[in-house]
């Protein structure tokens, strides 16, 4: 379903919505309330071009004459009977305002009136297509009511019949058929198709009244292609019972032809006149004087033959303005154009044999609008100048006739013309910086500085350009896992296992005291100060560093029986002897850094260990996970267990 609301504000043209505007607040102030009917909801919803304006009051529209007319509206004519007006309205919109009706037939032709709501109104139209309304009305704008499905026979292209009598009851109806169908190039449905034929074959046409007559006639005129319309009525053999004189013989071919080309190079400047009379005067071109006034006579908008006669007289006036000196200057012979009366601007370009008019007019659609491409666009964004700028229309305008006038030809002389309309700069953007925050906490990271930074107790060598970024360390329950204990705040060493998990590793403190000596087979005591732990489960690692480091071995980590006992289920690792060697004085001087994992990125490979000098103290490196500890070789030998699986690499995220 289209959205009505837009096609009204955007299929209208400019005067037919200011139109529309006048008679809604006439209907608003008369209490009455005011439905867009008719061909208009047709040609809307179907997306051909709206030409006349069919307007449906709940009340009696003859009340709404004088209002209009202080409005701005011309009175073209009126029909009693029916309460309909016919106004019409600046720059040539057309406008038939009606009351909301149903219709009786006691005989064909002559129908009896009875003032209804806007629904019976639709029930009594001719065809489904035409059976449609809009609202005007201020809480209902733009709602569509159609009782009889047109909308459907408009997507199929066709014209049923809204009563199956309707051809026999109003005669008129077989005109409109025709007329219709030679414009929108529609088909009858069959039902239609044959009451159609079987109404012709009984010269139902012969019961049409004097007022829907003169109404058909009138519209052949009002046509877009008049004489299609006028060769399709011939060719049904209306034009007998119309009008016996007027036939497609009668008209002007060429000058037809000549009007429409005009009409379009003018529609393209932004001038759209109603080419009404200016048709009508080339269908009938060659119709005897005698037969000319008949005809006039019988037409129901007596302002519609004035404003035909009228033709020459307007084209007179507009061409004394445009030799005069008002149009000294293309910029003023451009607004002559732009603001005179439409169908006198059409009248006199295809009348005038003058070769300045002629030359002026070659002038209006050839070399001025080419003045529009020296617009400097990249100059007015580069002043902040946008159509949403107050007066950008009148400034567009002013440019233009510059241009055209050769006033504004200098990038200097169009910059001096810009600058009061640019606006001022906005302020810059108030730039607000944040410090990257960890995935859980919202803890920013820190950078660690290099001389703080080890890789196996080994201070790292690092480029001017290389950076050390902190690491966090997390289990597989996605929980943080502390990397040291508070008061294990030594420096701190990275390493990889063979599974990819980061592991940390302090150095012991220089002044542990030995581990005693068991008096159990000379075995050394445990050192109460130190723990060797197995892994636990693999950690997952955020890792903000750019490349992997390589692989280095199992790292150990000093204990602390308050703060860090060993995890239920695992098994500490023996040691060898009963002293433990102090970690050398590099290691032991190193400073304090926070407790947790760092990383670099990238990482020189670490210098080759120097081999450790004897001890009756060593301490075994960390197996893997899920793997059991050599026994030492003053106790009994272990049994062997099977090889240990390796674990799948860690998760890093980054």
Do not use: C
């Not at 414009?183 to 044959?194: K, M, V």
């Not at 149009?327 to 009366?341: E, G």
């Not at 995890?567 to 433990?580: D, H, S």
């Amino acid at each position: 379903m289209p959205d009505y609301i837009y096609l009204l504000k955007n299929r209208l043209s400019i005067h037919q919505q200011n139109a529309l505007q006048h008679i809604r607040e006439a209907a608003r102030e008369a209490g009455m309330t005011v439905f867009l009917v008719g061909g208009a909801v047709r040609d809307l919803t179907s997306g051909s071009p709206v030409f006349d304006l069919d307007v449906t009051v709940q009340g009696n529209a003859l009340k709404l004459k004088k209002t209009l007319e202080k409005a701005g509206g011309k009175l073209w004519g009126e029909h009693e009977p029916s309460r309909t007006l016919f106004f019409r309205f600046p720059v040539g919109v057309t406008v038939e305002i009606s009351s909301a009706r149903r219709e009786e037939y006691p005989k064909p032709g002559k129908p009896v009136y009875h003032w209804d709501t806007i629904l019976e109104d639709l029930r009594r139209r001719d065809f489904t297509a035409n059976a449609m309304a809009l609202s005007l009305n201020e809480h209902s704008y733009g709602l569509l009511m159609d009782p009889l499905n047109g909308v459907a026979d408009i997507e199929a292209r066709q014209l049923r019949l809204v009563s199956n009598y309707g051809f026999l009851e109003e005669p008129s109806r077989l005109l409109r058929a025709t007329r219709l169908a030679a414009r929108l190039g529609w088909e009858l449905d069959e039902r239609t198709q044959t009451r159609f034929q079987n109404a012709k074959e009984e010269n139902a046409i012969e019961a049409l009244s004097p007022y829907h007559r003169g109404y058909e006639l009138e519209e052949i005129g009002h046509e877009e292609d008049g004489l299609r319309v006028l060769a399709a009525m011939e060719a049904q053999g209306w034009m007998h019972h119309l009008f016996p004189a007027w036939s497609t013989a009668s008209a002007d071919s060429p000058g037809l032809e000549e009007m429409r080309k005009l009409v379009t190079q003018l529609q393209m400047q932004g001038v759209s006149p109603d080419i009404s009379a200016a048709s009508m005067h080339f269908l009938t071109a060659k119709l005897s004087p005698k037969d000319l006034s008949a005809l006039k006579a019988m037409f129901v908008r007596p302002g519609f033959v004035e404003e035909w006669d009228n033709l020459d007289h307007a084209a007179k006036e507009f061409n004394k303005h445009l030799s005069g000196k008002e149009a000294a200057t293309p910029s003023a012979t451009w607004k002559l154009f732009t603001t005179a009366d439409p169908q006198a601007v059409l009248w006199l370009g295809l009348t005038s044999k003058s070769p300045v008019i002629q030359a002026k007019y070659k002038n209006f659609f050839t070399v001025w609008p080419e003045a529009r491409q020296k617009i400097p666009h990249a100059l007015l964004q580069e002043l902040r100048i946008t159509p949403e700028v107050p007066g950008y229309e009148a400034m567009i305008s002013g440019l233009f006739l510059g241009v055209i006038d050769g006033k504004l030809e200098t990038e200097e002389q169009l910059r001096a013309f810009l600058e009061p309309y640019s606006p001022p700069a906005p302020p810059p953007p108030v730039t607000v910086r944040r410090t990257r925050g960890s995935k859980k906490g919202g803890e920013a990271k820190t950078k660690i500085p290099v001389e703080e930074a080890a890789f196996d107790g080994e201070p790292l060598e690092l480029d001017d350009d290389e950076a050390i970024e902190e690491v966090e360390v997390e289990d597989e329950e996605g929980e943080p896992e502390d990397a040291v204990p508070p008061v294990a705040k030594k420096a701190l060493s990275v390493s990889e296992s063979g599974n990819g998990a980061v592991k940390a590793q302090a150095t012991p403190k220089p002044e542990a005291p030995a581990a005693k000596v068991s008096p159990v087979a000379g075995k050394a005591a445990p050192n109460p100060t130190l723990h060797v732990v197995a892994p636990s489960k693999p950690a997952k690692v955020h890792v903000m560093a750019k490349a992997a480091k390589p692989t280095a071995p199992a790292s150990v980590r000093p204990p602390n029986h308050a703060h860090s006992p060993v995890p239920a289920g695992k098994k500490a690792l023996p040691i060898k002897a009963a002293a433990v060697k102090p970690a050398p004085a590099k290691a032991a001087t190193a400073k304090p850094v926070p407790s947790k994992v760092i990383r670099r990125a990238p990482v020189k490979p670490p210098p080759a260990a120097k081999p450790a000098a004897k001890s009756t103290t060593q301490v075994k490196k960390a197996a893997p996970a899920k793997s059991t500890a050599k026994a030492h070789k003053n106790h009994e030998p272990a049994k062997k267990s099977p090889p240990a699986k390796k674990s799948a690499p860690a998760k890093k995220h980054r």
